[in-house]
């Protein structure tokens, strides 16, 4: 395919998206599935186009003065991907495949943009303008810096498992990928990432991760398991363990020692944390799926430590599902608040006396953290708010929470609170 193909692919799959409320990946694999002749750098163009378009929506509207997909797209290239104006010209005018010759108005706008400092917060934030006071709430003058480092591509995090290899042997192996300690863990690597029009090396390619040596998992989500401290020999319960990232991290820090049982209400998710953690080469793992009679029988005040990742409306993974952050919606934002309530409230009778909670969402949003911690206490006087592992230090709130976001951690956002009950 030729750029002005690309480009008209990209602008009727962001078309799809907007008219029809449809998930980007949904979209995208409906337009591959259709389109049998584009190969995989024309899938990966239109892919990062379409990716970048739906991060910095609003920006790029407010540079260019359009609206839609088009006005979108075309800021993307000039600004986003630093095209020269002449090479946008000639894609677009690419005959009968573009999308089509640029008006007077566009060619003017790509030429000179507006000034993007004169924009309000929610536009130089790309985020949408009914979550202002919640952006204000969680980021206050900084929210327009926090909306906009969200609405950047994200690197590749990889967690390394030392129940198979150490931190020097794993980098070796992720060599070809460029992979560099990420310092702040020593168990974790980053994979710069790719260039929006490339597809970018596939680490399942690695000999060593059929071994079981990395997993995928985001460097904010490896920090908040961390959160739960020490948990070599402890009896660990994941409540929401979904695929099992934060399942293998607490595993492995347990060094195969005590017992950790992961449950979810969604056995079909659980059947994935299964497969990984043979291939993590984990042993001391029980899961507890929904679909036996009374699956957490037993386990009633008996955990040293229950992990709580909670249901949230995952506001901080907009770095790398942008499409979320345009469906989301009021109504919703309140049902994930009843179920963190909910899950909380469940949670909490499986922590023995002087145990511990560890909550934990992968959202900025204080109406999903703090003040779901603070309903929580509210009701529950034996449980108390205890700083996580000094290690941590660094990402903490003064009131003792772990808080982190892509423009101060350079990782995800996610918050964490450890809830200790009385002994």
């Known amino acids: 395919m030729r750029d002005g193909g690309r480009i008209a692919a990209a602008i009727d799959v962001l078309t799809e998206i907007e008219a029809r409320a449809r998930p980007a990946r949904l979209a995208l694999k409906a337009w591959g599935d259709v389109s049998r002749f584009a190969g995989a750098k024309d899938r990966a163009f ?62 003017a706008a790509l030429n000179a943009p507006r000034d993007l400092a004169d924009a309000p917060a929610h536009v130089r934030g790309d985020y949408p303008d009914w979550l202002e006071p919640a952006m204000q709430r969680a980021f206050g003058e900084g929210r327009a810096e926090a ?52 597809r970018g090396g596939a680490v399942e390619a690695i000999p060593a991760f059929s071994k079981g040596w990395f997993e995928v998992q985001d460097l904010g989500s490896q920090i908040a398991a961390a959160a739960a401290g020490n948990v070599k020999g402890a009896q660990v319960l994941d409540f929401c363990a979904g695929g099992g990232g934060k399942t293998l991290a607490l595993a492995a820090a347990m060094s195969s020692t005590g017992q950790i049982y992961a449950y979810d209400v969604d056995a079909r998710r659980l ?23 009374d699956p957490l029988r037993g386990l009633a005040e008996k955990m040293d430590v229950v992990f709580v990742d909670a249901p949230c409306t995952g506001s901080g993974a907009w770095r790398r599902n942008p499409d979320t952050k345009w469906r989301l919606t009021p109504e919703a934002l309140a049902r994930r608040q009843a179920d963190q309530d909910a899950v909380l409230g469940a949670a909490a009778g499986f922590v023995k006396p002087g145990g511990r909670m560890i909550y934990v969402t992968c959202s900025v949003f204080r109406e999903e953290n703090e003040d779901r911690v603070a309903a929580f206490l509210a009701g529950d006087a034996s449980f108390s708010v205890v700083p996580p592992p000094d290690a941590l230090s660094p990402y903490l709130t003064p009131e003792g929470y772990l808080r982190l976001a892509p423009h101060t951690s350079v990782t995800d956002g996610f918050f964490a609170a450890v809830l200790a009950r009385a002994a």
């Open 46 to 107: 239109v892919s990062g186009l379409v990716m970048d378009a739906l991060r910095k929506r609003r920006s790029m509207a407010w540079r260019t003065g359009g609206e839609g997909p088009r006005a979108v797209a075309l800021g993307v290239l000039r600004f986003g991907w630093d095209w020269p104006l002449e090479r946008i010209v000639d894609a677009a005018s690419d005959q009968p495949h573009g999308p089509g010759p640029l008006t007077e108005d566009e060619r």
């Open 271 to 293: 059947a994935d944390t299964i497969r990984r953690a043979q291939r993590a080469g984990v042993r001391n793992l029980q899961v507890r799926s929904p679909v036996e009679a």
């Open 147 to 198: 909306g906009a480092a969200l609405a950047e591509r994200a690197p590749v995090d990889l967690r390394i498992n030392t129940l198979k290899t150490d931190p020097e042997r794993a980098l070796k192996a992720l060599a070809p990928l460029h992979a560099e300690s990420a310092a702040v863990l020593p168990t974790a690597a980053r994979i710069p990432a790719p260039d929006p029009t490339t």
